[in-house]
Structure formats: structure tokens, C-alpha cells
């Protein structure tokens, strides 16, 4: 590895499941160094982290990243969206955070959509339909399950705005993050006072918006990173992996880690009133629709694991249809669903149910997928393929046969971080960061050429979804 040549940034990508830190070489994005700590999720009904092991685990992959760290000149933290964190007077964590994926919420996210006018009246209002992924849906859950817990509450942050606000000691967001709340109108950038009326939630307990380019603060002393270095924005992951890629509309983003993601970015601010596309601001000043399902790399894992069969072991052929809805569904909207297989024969084998898993993960992402590009689709655009699946031969291959596309995998691991450390070299260096991360040439890779589409297996999972709705539907 060659010396740097520039100043040293690091961009933190604080993710479902874990905390990985790039220490990154402003001038070329050389990484110099990289670490990754876990945090844990807990299992049953709900899904919850503890924002405290967020912080220890960023403290442990930035001490895996060792002494380059000491001279880093700026940060900035990448998070999981939608997270809704509760901080007390003293900022400590009154319980633990509610996380993305977590459905308790479905109940509360029907009721709200009804009370505000409709998915038609949160569209235009909001960019988005709020889901059960929505912080305002987890708010208005806490103050109905959990009063003294929401009565307890000095703070509400995401989860990067908290690890950014341990940085710093100051209380930010940015308009990408604070977009998939769902109590910020990004038609003109302010917090919707209406939608916060209607949840009981003081304005005075959130953060401050940042303008794009804004610094978040600087790194206050004490802490694994050195004193007065500067402080990105930070912006939620799917904003910051755009950035990473120095994204341009058009362009078609699969991204394949605990949670699928399409999306490109537009200089139009999207308002779907189906639900499926959520209209989310980009890290800049563009917007950012983009479809989310809940079960993605872990569901396809688990299914594996239950074969005892390893990642790569599918097998073509069958008629099966399996819809890996084992977290309950986003998209589609089905929080209550659960997974379903049809299709099975005495000559069924394993690797065929396996291979039956990835198609329904994939299936999901790519019907939505036309919806997330509007009018900026562009047929013959290669789908960039990012996120920890991205790395196994299966995933490529199960994208390339339902989407008939040209796929093309980035040679960076790890966008999300990448993001983060270009938004922090842009504050460093006064240069739009996705005009820095191109300068890096983060999104090159291999090319893999378009093939013919397996219209037949899309057709089989779309009847088997619609034949299972009553199913699917059932709480
Ligand atoms: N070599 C690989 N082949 C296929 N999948 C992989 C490989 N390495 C990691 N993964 C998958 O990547 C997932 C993690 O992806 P990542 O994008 O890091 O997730 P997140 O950011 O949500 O924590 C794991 O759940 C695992 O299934
Ligand atoms: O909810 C969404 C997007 O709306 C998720 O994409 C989360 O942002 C979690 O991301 P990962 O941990 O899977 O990266």
C-alpha cells in the first residue's frame, strides 16, 4: 500500500448489525485502515438495540483501525434509518431504541395514515406514506405502550444523530436521515408541526436540520478520536451509500445487507401514495426515492441454515415460490406475514428451496424497482449491486436472471462507510462529497452483461403472493 498522499477522514457506517469505521485517504480514497465491531439486535416480536453498544461497538472498530486513527482531520457517521432513540436530561438512553425493522408499530402506523387524511394527504405532505418502519409510528407505539418512558424523554434522535451528537455534545441530524422520521415536510425543509401535534411530540425535543455541507460540530476531547477534528453532517446509510457511489440520477441502486434497498437518486421530490416508495431526501439537495424490504441477507441466511446448506449451495429448477417474509413484510406491506413456500414435490431438493429463497428476497426489490425510477428509468442502466450480499455469487446471479438487467458490482466494500468518509473529506476540503467519492472512483467493478429475464419465476412468486393475501394479511 502506498503512503497517503491527503489528510485522513474516517466515515463510520453504524448499520443493523454492527459498527464498521474506514480510515481514508482524503486525497485519493485509498483506505488505510478498517475495523468492524457487532452490536446486538434482540430477537422475539419487537427488534431493539441498545444505543450505548452502538457507541462501543464504533469504539472498538475504530480501535481495530489503530494509530491512524490519532490522525484523522474529519468524521462523519453513517446510521440506520428511521431508528427512534429516546435520550433523558443527562442524555442517557431512557430504554432501548426501536429499530427499523421493528412491526410493533403497524397498528399505530394505520391509525396515523387514517388521522392525517390518508396515504394520498401524507404523500404530498411528507414524501412518504408512514409504515411501520417510520420513527412517528414508533413514537406514537411508545406513548401508547410505554407512557413513562415517553414522559421520561428530553431527546429523540436516529441512530446516527445520537453517535454524531457523542461526538460532538450538540444535538443534529440532516435532511437525509430526518427524512424517513416522517414529521419532517420536505417541501420546505421544516419540521411538520401538525404531524408532531397529532403524536404529542415537542418540537424543542429534536435536533437541529443541518444544511448540506454544514458541520455537525467537532470531536470533543476525551474521546477515541482526536480532539477538535471536524464533524460531518453524518445522514442515514441508504444517503450515505449514495454518496459513496457519487450517485447521478438515473442510476439503479440493489442493495443487499439485513435490509433490501433499491433507489437512485432524482431531482424530483418523490410522493408515492402507494407506500411503496418512500420519499426520501438525499444527503445534498436532491431526494432519494427508494423501496425497502425487511427480509433480505439474514431471512435467505436463516433459510440456508435450516437446510444445512451453505450460501452458494442453490440449485435450479422446480416450480417453487418461497416468500422469505419471516420479519413480517414492508414491501409489500405485510407486517404481519410470515414465510410461506409452495410448490414442493417428492423431487424438490434442497438447493432448489434455497434457490427459491433468493428469488423471493430478490423478487420483492425488483417489482418495486420501476416504481423507485419513475420517469429517470433508463432500461439499459446498469443495476449497481452493493451491500454484504453483493458479495456472493448466488445474489449476483439470482439479480442478473429476475432483472434482465446488466449488473455491475463496485470493486469498494463497505459504501456505506465510504459515503460517510467522503461527506467527511468533502466538509474537510470545501468539495461536494459525491463529487469526491467519483474523484475516488468508488463505484468501478465488474461488469456483468444483461440476461434473458425469468419472467416464468417472476410470474409464479407474483400468483403465489397474490393467491396467499388473506394469509399474508392475518394478524
Ligand atoms: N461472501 C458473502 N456472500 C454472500 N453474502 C454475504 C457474504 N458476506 C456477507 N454476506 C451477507 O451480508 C450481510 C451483511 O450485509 P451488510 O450490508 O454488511 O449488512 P448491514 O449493513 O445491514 O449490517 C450478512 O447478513 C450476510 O448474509
Ligand atoms: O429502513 C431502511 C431504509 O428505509 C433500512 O435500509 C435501514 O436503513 C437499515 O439498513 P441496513 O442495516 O440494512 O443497512
Known amino acids: 500500500m502506498s503512503a497517503p498522499e491527503g489528510p485522513l477522514v474516517v466515515g463510520v457506517d453504524s448499520s443493523t448489525?454492527?459498527?464498521?469505521?474506514?480510515?481514508v485517504d482524503a486525497a485519493t480514497g485509498q483506505v488505510v485502515a478498517r475495523g468492524q465491531a457487532p452490536h446486538t439486535v434482540t430477537p422475539g416480536p419487537g427488534h431493539e438495540s441498545d444505543p450505548e453498544e452502538w457507541w462501543s461497538a464504533l469504539e472498538g472498530a475504530l480501535e481495530q483501525c489503530g494509530p491512524s486513527v490519532r490522525e484523522v482531520s474529519a468524521v462523519s457517521v453513517g446510521g440506520q434509518q428511521h431508528g427512534l432513540v429516546t435520550l433523558d436530561t443527562a442524555g442517557r438512553p431512557v430504554r432501548p431504541a426501536l429499530?427499523?425493522?421493528?412491526?410493533?408499530?403497524?397498528?399505530?402506523?394505520?391509525?396515523?395514515?387514517?388521522?392525517?387524511?390518508?396515504?394520498?394527504?401524507?404523500?404530498?405532505?411528507?414524501?412518504?406514506?408512514?409504515?411501520p418502519a417510520f420513527t412517528?409510528?414508533?413514537?406514537?407505539?411508545?406513548?401508547?405502550?410505554e407512557p413513562d418512558a415517553a414522559a421520561a424523554t428530553a431527546a429523540v434522535r436516529l441512530p446516527h444523530d445520537y453517535l454524531t451528537g457523542r461526538l460532538t455534545g450538540a444535538g443534529t441530524t440532516d435532511r437525509g436521515d430526518v427524512s424517513g422520521t416522517g414529521w419532517w415536510a420536505g417541501s420546505d425543509g421544516s419540521y411538520d408541526e401538525e404531524t408532531l401535534e397529532l403524536i404529542g411530540l415537542p418540537p424543542e425535543l429534536l435536533p437541529r436540520v443541518l444544511e448540506p455541507g454544514e458541520a455537525a460540530g467537532t470531536v470533543r476531547p476525551g474521546l477515541p478520536l482526536p480532539a477538535g477534528a471536524l464533524v460531518?453532517?453524518?445522514?442515514?446509510?441508504?444517503?450515505?451509500?449514495?454518496?459513496?457511489?457519487?450517485?447521478?440520477?438515473?442510476?439503479?441502486?440493489?442493495?443487499?445487507?439485513?435490509?433490501?434497498?433499491?433507489?437512485?437518486?432524482?431531482?424530483?421530490?418523490?410522493?408515492?401514495?402507494t407506500g411503496t416508495v418512500a420519499g426520501f431526501a438525499d444527503a445534498r439537495g436532491d431526494w432519494l426515492p427508494l423501496a425497502c424490504t425487511l427480509n433480505c441477507t439474514l431471512a435467505v441466511d436463516r433459510v440456508a441454515s435450516l437446510l444445512s446448506l451453505g450460501r452458494e449451495a442453490v440449485e435450479s429448477g422446480g416450480d417453487l415460490a418461497l416468500l422469505p417474509f419471516l420479519d413480517g413484510e414492508r414491501t409489500p406491506n405485510l407486517p404481519y406475514a410470515s414465510g410461506l413456500l409452495s410448490g414442493l414435490r417428492h423431487s424438490t431438493t434442497a438447493g432448489?428451496?434455497?434457490?427459491?429463497?433468493?428469488?423471493?428476497?430478490v423478487f420483492s426489490l425488483?417489482?418495486?424497482?420501476?416504481?423507485?425510477?419513475?420517469?429517470?428509468?433508463?432500461?439499459?442502466?446498469?443495476?449497481?449491486?452493493?451491500?454484504g450480499g453483493a458479495k456472493g455469487t448466488a445474489w449476483r446471479e439470482t439479480v442478473r436472471r429476475l432483472s434482465g438487467r446488466p449488473v455491475l458490482v463496485p470493486r469498494a466494500e463497505e459504501l456505506v462507510a465510504l459515503g460517510a468518509a467522503a461527506q467527511a473529506a468533502g466538509l474537510?476540503?470545501?468539495?461536494?462529497?459525491?463529487?469526491?467519492?467519483?474523484?475516488?472512483?468508488?463505484?468501478?467493478?465488474?461488469?456483468?452483461?444483461?440476461?434473458?429475464?425469468?419472467?416464468a419465476a417472476l410470474t409464479r412468486i407474483a400468483d403465489a403472493l397474490s393467491g396467499a393475501d388473506t394469509l399474508l394479511r392475518r394478524s
Open 17 to 23: 448489525q454492527s459498527a464498521k469505521a474506514l480510515v
Open 99 to 131: 429499530l427499523w425493522n421493528d412491526v410493533r408499530s403497524a397498528p399505530q402506523s394505520d391509525r396515523l395514515i387514517e388521522r392525517l387524511g390518508g396515504p394520498r394527504a401524507w404523500a404530498d405532505r411528507i414524501g412518504s406514506v408512514p409504515g
Open 136 to 145: 412517528v409510528t414508533k413514537w406514537a407505539w411508545l406513548c401508547e405502550n
Open 232 to 273: 460531518a453532517a453524518g445522514t442515514g446509510d441508504n444517503m450515505a451509500a449514495a454518496l459513496g457511489l457519487g450517485l447521478t440520477p438515473g442510476l439503479p441502486v440493489l442493495s443487499l445487507g439485513t435490509s433490501g434497498t433499491v433507489y437512485a437518486v432524482s431531482e424530483r421530490r418523490p410522493a408515492d401514495p
Open 352 to 361: 432448489q428451496v434455497l434457490q427459491a429463497a433468493y428469488d423471493g428476497a
Open 366 to 387: 425488483l417489482r418495486a424497482l420501476d416504481q423507485v425510477l419513475g420517469d429517470d428509468g433508463r432500461p439499459d442502466a446498469p443495476l449497481l449491486l452493493i451491500g
Open 428 to 455: 474537510l476540503l470545501e468539495e461536494d462529497p459525491a463529487a469526491v467519492a467519483r474523484r475516488w472512483g468508488t463505484a468501478e467493478g465488474p461488469s456483468y452483461e444483461a440476461v434473458p429475464r425469468d419472467d
